[in-house]
């Protein structure tokens, strides 16, 4: 193999941009991927910079005499999938191991991008019908109300899959997605006392970006502000899309989404049970390899578990979360090193069921109804407006800065927090 320190340096930049790229949509956090690149381009005798903006990639190198500066492709959709996120972080601990050329990671780069999804969408679908309905159970629906959720959120996958295939902006397809899966989950509980707003709830949380928003959340904290700010605004969007979708099919039912009320005290047993499957549509929906899926699972059932316990303590909810979440990474964290993977395909896919999307959902229908009352709106519903909005950034907050603590550990360990 030809000795990479004489490769060009515009083929480094090549790759290096590729690369940063796809592990940008593939889940990973701007600020682990500018010190991911870094750390190759000195495996090929070179220097690195890398800038990260709201839309694309600015690199520069320096290989000791010339100088490259490259602006990349745009970087596209910022989800998650975890297969890929695996694939990638074992490509550069190769790399840095076997010290491969830009050639070669090219040619592993067209092969993980080739790489077809794990699941298929018809699995994917029935998991994540299975998380939905464990979100409202979780919520406290009674169980005709659980059925429903689940069938409607079959509906939901299908319809959201249909809308973005045939290109639909995600922020359109959410809230259209969003509105006809809780139009039919009414229809399936209509002549029965069951209040279906709990299924309206549990069908717009297995659509918010939680990946993005915590993302977003640490992008921000760690100085990316550019990317942070896109990040956030992105998701806040879909957020805003998947409300509006709700309160549409709630308008058209008569349903009204009140200020969120704690559920009634489910079994710790039972808690875990949902809460694990909950995590297991999770796992699927981020395309995490098989080898992941039990201990995502297990994170999940950790998380969520953990967070009712401390909750029947007495405990406040934002710290309940913050421990939870907390706890969750650290497990993720001890996994991931012995399967020599990113801990944060483990964590996101565990703690992205604790995103509190349901206050999200309640306090922007609930600033929808103090538009149109104005004046006369009733103090109490400003008030309870104000806190589901307020729950909803602190409780987002307590969960980033729990990850944020969780790396900063991982780092202190080790130099690589990436593995």
Sequence with gaps: MTDPRTRPIDDAARVLLRLSRLLLAAGAGSCHVQDRMGSLAATWGMSATLFVSAERLLLMLDDGGRYRTRIGHHIGDLGMDADRLFALDALCREVETRHHGPDDVAAAMDAIELRKRRYSTIWVTLCVGITAAALARL??????????????????????????????????????????????AVLLLHGTDADPALALVAMGM????????????????????????????????????????????????????????????????????????????????????????????????????????????????????????????????????????????????????????????????????????????????????????????????AIGIALLVAASWCRRVSPRPWR
Excluded at 140 to 154: D, P, R
Excluded at 247 to 268: F, N, V
Excluded at 302 to 308: I, K
Excluded at 352 to 368: E, N
């Design 139 to 184: 919520f406290g629906a009674e169980w005709c109300v659980t059925a429903a959720t689940l069938a409607a959120s079959l509906l939901n996958r299908m319809v959201l899959h249909r809308l973005l295939s045939a290109r639909f902006a995600p922020v359109l397809a959410t809230g259209a997605a969003a509105s006809v899966s809780s139009l039919f």
């Design 206 to 397: 297995v659509l918010v970006p939680g990946v993005a928003l915590l993302n977003g959340f640490r992008d921000l904290v760690q100085g990316a502000a550019a990317f942070a700010i896109a990040r956030l605004a992105s998701a806040a969007t879909v957020v805003v899309g998947i409300a509006a979708g709700l309160a549409i099919a709630g308008s058209l039912a008569g349903i009204t989404l009140g200020p969120y009320a704690p559920p009634a005290h489910l079994p710790l047993a039972e808690d875990i049970a949902l809460s694990a499957a909950a995590a297991l549509g999770f796992a699927a929906l981020f395309n995490a390899p098989l080898r992941a899926v039990a201990p995502i699972v297990l994170c999940g059932a950790l998380a969520h578990g953990l967070r009712s316990m401390l909750m029947d303590t007495g405990l406040y909810l934002g710290m309940s979360t913050f421990i939870a979440a907390l706890v969750a990474a650290q497990v993720a964290i001890w996994i991931a090193r012995r399967m020599h993977a990113p801990w944060i395909a483990f964590a996101f896919p565990a703690v992205v069921a604790l995103v509190p999307g349901s206050y999200a959902f309640r306090g922007l229908i609930g600033s929808l109804a103090i538009m149109n009352s104005g004046g006369h709106t009733p103090a109490d519903q400003l008030g309870a407006t104000l806190a589901d909005l307020l729950t909803f950034m602190l409780l987002t907050c």
